[in-house]
């Protein structure tokens, strides 16, 4: 199975936020890991949707992930 990777753009598109948040994110050990490939970023698919799955809650007073189909 090939890995599949995005860009910071992709990224941020995905997410619709800014590129720079991304960076800052980075600086500060937060966001889903990255591979740095010289002066490029990329983001392994496999990582950004564990990421999301690890923020993914139930309601605002419980933070139960939610099983994939819930929501």
Request: net charge neutral.
């Amino acid at each position: 199975m090939e890995v599949q990777h995005l860009s910071q753009k992709e990224l941020a598109d995905r997410w619709r936020i800014s590129p720079y948040t991304l960076e800052k994110w980075r600086m500060r050990g937060l966001g889903p890991c990255y591979i740095k490939l010289g002066n490029r970023v990329v983001y392994r698919l496999s990582d950004i949707e564990a990421h999301e799955a690890s923020h993914t809650h139930a309601g605002t007073s419980q933070p139960i992930v939610c099983q994939e189909g819930d929501v």
